[in-house]
């Protein structure tokens, strides 16, 4: 990005045109940025050697369209958000009320939700990796081994870029959430069609989700461990929590996974008793090498296409 102005001289400029009109602030604006050209020019360069810049306000379209004269004027190629950055902004939460051919796939923590909806996009499917973009995996632990999650207009452009590539005529996959990832919100008009979606729910046996969760998390340090699970304290019970920390500091991650694993097991099962106006569908794997994804793949199109 190439911001014109730093906040506290888009705040001089503001003042002097409530106090002193369009004109005045104009000159000021010229005056302050005059001397930058050159720099701008440089930078804009830098960022794209293709020479080729989109360039918005936040509505007006004065700067972007000086500073379009500008690039041009340096052989750029450019284009001006009409409307500004507002407009993209309506027609960002407008796209996310197209309605989409969605397969949600669901199933009990540790069965590889996320694993599978790569696979199905390594085969040509499209998906939607809502947890890739949130930067959270979605429960108490979520956050761990992630980088920090954006702020929530941030991740409605970022779902943006991945929605608008999707094909509305072809399915799409979708890993069942609930309507927050963290500290995020799904877009209302796209949890509304997960909610009417079929769901697949994919179900792998007990040891081996436990196994799963172990790889994942035993490389966490006991500290954060030890944080999330007394963030759990009020839905595990206090002895259920205690135990799971002193097999964390004991290193006995199998047992601490195992609380944590039986506790989200009767959540999940809530969690399907409220969904039963869906299709749904169970997936059975009873170990990764017999896992055939092309069955899968066969199964979400009998879902989509026959109804």
């Known amino acids: ?28 604006g010229m005056e302050i940025v005059g001397p930058r050209l050159k720099s701008y020019i440089e930078k804009a360069r830098e960022i794209s050697p293709e020479r080729k810049i989109i360039l918005y306000c936040w509505r007006g379209g004065m700067r972007s369209g000086s500073l379009a004269w500008l690039f041009s004027t340096a052989g750029m190629q450019c284009y001006v958000v009409e409307g500004g950055y507002k407009a993209y902004r309506r ?24 694993e599978i909806l790569r696979m199905l996009a390594s085969e040509g499917e499209q998906i939607l990796d809502l947890e890739a973009i949130a930067c959270h995996k979605g429960s108490a632990f979520g ?28 399915p799409v ?18 949890f509304d069609q997960m909610e009417k979606a079929p769901l697949v729910c994919i179900s792998r046996p007990f040891t081996e989700r436990l196994e799963r969760l172990v790889r994942e998390y035993a490389i966490t340090d006991h500290e954060t461990l030890t944080a999330v699970f007394r963030g759990l304290i009020r839905r595990l019970g206090s002895e259920k929590c205690q135990q799971a920390i002193t097999a964390v500091h ?26 039963q106006h869906q299709i749904i569908k169970t997936f059975y794997i009873d170990n990764t090498l017999n896992f055939n994804i092309q069955d899968l793949i066969t199964l979400g199109k009998e879902l989509i296409f026959s109804n």
Do not use: C
Request: proline residues 5%; aromatic residues 10%; hydrophobic residues 35%.
């Open 173 to 190: 996959w979708i890993e069942n959430e609930s309507i927050t990832i963290g500290k995020l919100f799904l877009p209302r008009s796209l």
């Open 250 to 275: 004991e290193g006995k991650y199998e047992e601490a996974a195992e609380i944590a694993l039986h506790y989200y097991d009767k959540v999940y099962s809530r969690q399907l008793d409220k969904k």
């Open 1 to 28: 990005q190439i911001p014109l102005f730093d906040n506290n001289e888009r705040a001089l400029i503001g003042k002097v045109y409530a106090h002193n009109g369009s004109d005045a602030a104009v000159l000021l």
């Open 91 to 114: 027609y960002v939460l407008e796209k996310f009320r197209t309605p989409l051919k969605l397969i949600v796939l669901g199933g009990e923590t540790g069965a590889g939700k996320t």
């Open 143 to 170: 956050a761990i081994g992630q980088p920090g999650q954006p702020t929530q207009e941030q991740f409605e452009n970022n779902l943006f870029e991945a929605f608008r590539t999707l094909k509305p005529d072809k």
